[in-house]
């Protein structure tokens, strides 16, 4: 079928705008560093309405049977190649265009049904869908973000039918996480074009993209002094001084193509700056945002195709008179890998849907989704290879091949541990600037040098502190079914910000460079989020009169699962933030580094 096919009509279009969009809303995982939530922006959960499942259905369907068709991922990873016509085939189908405005070519979808094809994609084959997601989810999206009306006009077209691919260029050899040390330079000539040169590294759609999102330092004056900020460029396959190294051998994803690209004295004129000048750090920041989106939605994808091959396994398999189905420890594999990726399917949809309503700031949230559906993925693919057993060893199965293709997601697009630090950090700032009121952070005596002046601020403070420390019920619209679990969160928000406190006051400035307790912290926010998401969907489910019993009594069993978890993953976070071997850590970390490894052996001690 051809994408025209697929499109909403207008009208469609706009009584899904109307019926579903309202007024800006804070970031839902922001508030719960304050102990606060609004119920409003939680419940309902957002599912899709009948306009977004008809085309939801109609694309995953046509998506589904073209992959059926065309996509071998064995095939694709023994020759490390995604073969031209298979990328054809799916442009034709609007897969590389899928939030491209029509006027432009595309398909304009809106983020939940995005991620819902993302997701189909995904579970067909982790190589096709990084250089998917790749062209669109990072490597133009900052044309689409920031690119001017002639911008969007010359280049969209053509990438949106998937005539070009494209590629984002942001990692260097020496700049990995920190993104702001880069040194791809970009020196202005005195025609207003710009001189490119520096290196890209493990580029994406490196070798057979066409067009380039290229972030490069740029000299600016400020207080008469000339500094270095970020600045983002496009660049095009074709301008004399691009070039590229050879094609990556990876471990996984290995039909996908990953190269260096080297810019050697690129002239690039001006009306290719994308944004404005000195202001690439967050236009690259907002991309990675919404690229991590994208990234949960396919480990949902990918969890849905290995428990579907476990559960077959488990139940064709025979041992001892029986399948191995009926054993209670596959039984308990089984039910923890529907857990996590109803979770995880739950926390990207509650963020779609709110990002569509108008949630103004959704970063934290998608941290959370790139974070917890990587490593929800990570384990279930290690939960089905073990029910495999045998079979999930050999290369003739699938199991070592998703494995090998999942274990990058932990890795790009910010590793899970400067995201842990990101979304920790993010989410003080505002508590940090509520206790500033006290005098220094660390230090709260210090407001009591002017008992009198401090007397109202300690005292509204106090009575915040307070408020927080009796658990009252914060999920008041959560199910009658749900309601020992809505009280388990509401008590567990109210222990979660006041250790943000805690924390803040015990470390002031110094917690920007103390890891373990931001470690901490981001876990238990994301253990919140996901209880908060769950308890909502599941609400909306049990709320339904055209749900099946079994599914709704399948779904309770599930929600079960995620928040006992969840809780005992933020019972364990919560205590260590007073009661770890952080220091113990550090000193055995340093003996390692030490003695260059483990440094100990059999023959000696």
Same mark, same amino acid.
């Given at each position: 079928?051809?994408?025209?096919?697929?499109?909403?009509?207008?009208?469609?279009?706009?009584?899904?705008n109307?019926?579903?969009?309202?007024?800006?809303?804070?970031?839902?995982?922001g508030?719960?560093?304050?102990g606060?939530?609004?119920?409003d922006?939680?419940f309902?959960?957002?599912?899709?309405?009948e306009?977004?499942?008809?085309?939801?259905?109609?694309?995953?369907?046509?998506?589904?049977?073209?992959?059926?068709?065309?996509?071998?991922?064995?095939?694709?990873?023994?020759?490390?190649?995604?073969?031209?016509?298979?990328?054809r085939?799916?442009?034709?189908?609007?897969?590389?265009?899928?939030?491209?405005?029509?006027?432009?070519?595309?398909?304009?979808?809106?983020y939940?049904?995005?991620?819902?094809?993302?997701?189909?994609v995904?579970?067909?084959?982790?190589s096709?869908?990084?250089?998917?997601?790749?062209?669109q989810?990072?490597?133009? =999206? &900052?044309?689409?973000?920031?690119?001017?009306?002639?911008?969007? @006009?010359?280049w $969209?077209?053509? %990438?949106?039918? !998937?005539? /070009?691919?494209?590629?984002?260029?942001?990692?260097?050899?020496?700049?990995?996480?920190?993104?702001?040390?880069?040194?791809?330079?970009?020196?202005?000539?005195?025609?207003?074009?710009?001189?490119?040169?520096?290196q890209?590294?493990w580029?994406?759609?490196?070798?057979?993209?066409?067009f380039?999102?290229?972030?490069c330092?740029?000299?600016h004056?400020?207080?008469?002094k000339?500094v270095?900020?970020?600045?983002c460029?496009?660049?095009e396959?074709?301008?004399e001084?691009v070039?590229f190294?050879?094609?990556e051998?990876?471990?996984g994803?290995?039909?996908?193509?990953t =190269? &260096?690209?080297?810019?050697?004295?690129?002239?690039?004129?001006? @009306?290719?700056? $994308?944004?404005? %000048?000195?202001? !690439?750090? /967050?236009?690259?920041?907002?991309?990675?945002?919404?690229?991590?989106?994208s990234?949960?939605?396919?480990?949902v994808?990918?969890?849905?195709?290995?428990?579907?091959?476990?559960?077959?396994h488990?139940?064709g398999r025979?041992?001892?008179?029986?399948?191995?189905?009926d054993?209670?420890l596959?039984?308990?594999?089984?039910?923890?890998?529907?857990?996590?990726?109803?979770?995880?399917?739950?926390?990207?949809?509650?963020?779609?849907?709110?990002?569509?309503?108008?949630?103004?700031?959704?970063?934290?949230e998608?941290?959370?989704c790139?974070v917890y559906g990587?490593?929800?993925?990570?384990?279930v693919v290690?939960?089905?290879?073990q029910?495999a057993?045998?079979?999930?060893?050999?290369?003739?199965y699938?199991y070592?091949?998703?494995m090998?293709?999942s274990?990058?997601?932990?890795?790009?697009?910010?590793t899970?541990?400067?995201l842990?630090?990101?979304?920790?950090?993010?989410?003080?700032?505002?508590?940090?600037?509520?206790l500033k009121?006290?005098?220094?952070?660390?230090?709260?005596?210090?407001?009591?040098?002017?008992?009198i002046k401090?007397?109202?601020?300690?005292?509204?403070?106090?009575?915040?502190?307070?408020?927080?420390?009796?658990?009252?019920r914060?999920?008041?619209?959560?199910?009658?079914?749900?309601?020992?679990?809505?009280?388990?969160?509401s008590?567990?928000m109210?222990?979660?910000?006041i250790?943000?406190?805690?924390?803040l006051?015990?470390?002031?400035?110094?917690?920007?460079?103390?890891?373990?307790?931001?470690?901490?912290l981001?876990?238990?926010?994301?253990?919140?989020?996901?209880?908060?998401?769950?308890?909502s969907?599941?609400?909306?489910?049990?709320?339904?009169?055209?749900?099946?019993?079994?599914k709704?009594?399948?779904?309770?069993?599930l929600?079960?699962?995620?928040i006992?978890?969840?809780?005992?993953?933020?019972?364990?976070n919560?205590?260590?933030?007073?009661?770890?071997?952080?220091?113990?850590?550090?000193?055995?970390?340093?003996?390692?580094?030490?003695?260059?490894?483990?440094?100990?052996?059999?023959?000696?001690?």
């Open positions: 079928m051809h994408k025209k096919e697929f499109r909403m009509s207008e009208s469609k279009d706009a009584k899904y109307v019926d579903q969009e309202g007024q800006e809303f804070d970031s839902v995982v508030s719960l560093f304050f606060e939530i609004n119920e922006v939680i309902p959960f957002p599912h899709f309405s306009d977004q499942v008809e085309m939801a259905k109609e694309m995953c369907s046509a998506v589904s049977k073209y992959g059926e068709d065309a996509i071998d991922g064995e095939k694709f990873d023994e020759e490390a190649k995604i073969p031209d016509e298979v990328i085939g799916l442009a034709e189908l609007g897969l590389c265009g899928l939030a491209v405005p029509e006027e432009y070519g595309g398909m304009q979808l809106d939940s049904l995005y991620s819902r094809v993302f997701a189909e995904a579970s067909m084959d982790g096709t869908a990084t250089m998917l997601g790749a062209h989810s990072i490597g133009y =999206r &900052a044309l689409l973000n920031e690119g001017t009306p002639e911008q969007k @006009e010359k $969209l077209p053509s %990438l949106a039918s !998937g005539e /070009k691919l494209a590629s984002f260029c942001l990692t260097e050899p020496g700049s990995g996480s920190d993104a702001y040390s880069i040194k791809t330079k970009a020196i202005k000539n005195d025609d207003g074009s710009f001189t490119i040169t520096g890209k590294l580029i994406t759609n490196a070798g057979t993209a066409e380039y999102t290229v972030f330092k740029t000299d004056e400020k207080d008469g000339m270095e900020k970020i600045s460029f496009i660049i396959k074709g301008m001084g070039s190294g050879e094609k051998n990876k471990m994803i290995r039909a996908s193509e =190269r &260096a690209v080297y810019f050697d004295k690129v002239k690039v004129p001006a @009306e290719n700056v $994308l944004g404005e %000048l000195g202001k !690439g750090f /967050k236009i690259a920041m907002n991309v990675l945002n919404s690229g991590r989106l990234l949960g939605a396919g480990c994808g990918g969890m849905k195709t290995i428990l579907k091959m476990a559960t077959e488990a139940k025979k041992q001892f008179g029986a399948p191995i189905s054993f209670g596959i039984q308990q594999k089984l039910a923890f890998m529907a857990a996590r990726c109803y979770a995880t399917e739950s926390i990207v949809y509650m963020t779609t849907g709110n990002m569509i309503k108008g949630m103004n700031d959704y970063f934290l998608t941290a959370i790139k990587s490593e929800s993925l990570w384990t290690d939960t089905g290879l029910i057993a045998g079979n999930g060893y050999m290369k003739e699938p070592e091949r998703i090998r293709d274990r990058i997601n932990l890795i790009f697009e910010g899970n541990e400067i842990r630090c990101f979304l920790a950090l993010s989410g003080m700032k505002g508590p940090s600037d509520s009121e006290l005098g220094k952070v660390s230090d709260v005596s210090s407001a009591l040098k002017d008992p401090s007397l109202g601020v300690l005292s509204d403070f106090a009575k915040k502190r307070i408020s927080k420390m009796i658990a009252s914060a999920l008041t619209k959560a199910h009658p079914e749900l309601e020992e679990y809505a009280n388990y969160f008590s567990m109210a222990s979660f910000a250790q943000v406190e805690n924390t006051i015990k470390h002031g400035k110094k917690i920007i460079g103390n890891e373990y307790p931001q470690g901490r981001s876990n238990m926010a994301t253990e919140l989020y996901v209880m908060l998401c769950v308890i969907r599941t609400t909306s489910i049990l709320e339904k009169d055209d749900v099946p019993q079994d709704k009594d399948y779904v309770l069993g929600t079960k699962i995620v006992k978890e969840s809780r005992q993953n933020f019972v364990a919560l205590k260590e933030m007073t009661n770890n071997y952080d220091k113990l850590t550090a000193e055995v970390s340093q003996a390692v580094c030490n003695y260059d490894g483990y440094g100990l052996d059999i023959i000696n001690y």
